[in-house]
């Protein structure tokens, strides 16, 4: 009896069939591999974002209010410094005012209420510093009543040596000042009464402290506690100034304001 042999595998007659797309992308566990999306392109190129530190913007303004107000301080300092040792070394003091006498010629009104007045004005001004000298502008003066402006005067600019006294003479005065009908002035006027009197000065100084010259600084004297009467005739009143005071104050402008 012959011996049949049977084939190992059966011969393939057929077209091979064609690979599944991306049959050749295999993942390693038989499962297929498909394109890949656009966002997984996209991620793929794209660098990781790693934040970069940057400063604060508060804590740079931070530093420099810091920075600003340590400047301030030294500043401070320093001029406190400064202004201990001119101190101490010339003992400043403000220069004194008083009013010495105040001759009344002229305080009335006419018939159509209008003011006329004329006073002659004598002022002291002493100087109590060893070491300073004081140089004076021209100082405009004006005599208020009642609130009212009663004379206008100029004394011209002059200088303080040291340990001097000085006095300063000129005429104030007035001509058609309107005066309203109701102001205390008209009733006390016509009423012949003792009127107060505001006296103020307005000038600039500057002093000299050894060779050193400061600048020009304002200051205003205002005299206050002064009582004068009309005279009844062409004989001019003496005004009572035994309880005025004077008042010296520096006019230290800053900005909008003057203090």
Not at 150 to 171: E, H, Q, S
Not at 176 to 193: C, E, F, I, P, Y
């Amino acid at each position: 009896m012959a011996e049949k042999i049977y084939p190992a595998s059966k011969p393939n007659t057929g077209p091979t069939p064609a690979a599944p797309t991306g049959a050749g992308n295999g993942n390693g566990n038989g499962n297929p591999a498909f394109p890949a999306t656009k966002a997984q392109m996209y991620n793929a190129t794209r660098p990781v974002y790693r934040p970069q530190p940057r400063r604060s913007r508060r804590s740079c303004c931070c530093s420099c209010c810091l920075w600003i107000t340590c400047v301030i301080l030294l500043l401070i300092v320093i001029a406190a410094i400064a202004g201990g040792v001119v101190y101490v070394l010339y003992r400043p003091h403000r220069p004194s005012f008083s009013v010495s006498s105040l001759h009344v010629s002229q305080f009335n009104l006419t018939s159509s209420d209008k003011l006329t007045t004329k006073f002659n004005f004598t002022i002291t001004a002493r100087n109590p510093n060893k070491k300073i000298v004081f140089f004076y502008d021209p100082v405009s003066v004006s005599f208020n009543s009642k609130d009212v402006d009663v004379g206008d005067g100029l004394i011209p600019a002059f200088t303080m040596g040291k340990k001097n006294t000085t006095m300063l003479r000129t005429t104030v005065s007035t001509t058609g000042q309107t005066v309203d009908d109701n102001s205390a002035l008209k009733s006390d006027l016509k009423n012949k009464k003792s009127l107060p009197l505001k006296i103020q000065l307005d000038t600039k100084v500057k002093a000299k402290i050894g060779s050193f010259k400061t600048k020009k600084v304002p200051i205003r004297v205002t005299c206050e506690g002064i009582k004068a009467a009309a005279p009844t005739g062409k004989t001019a009143t003496t005004a009572t100034t035994s309880d005025g005071k004077c008042k010296v104050d520096l006019r230290i402008k800053i900005w909008k304001w003057t203090i």
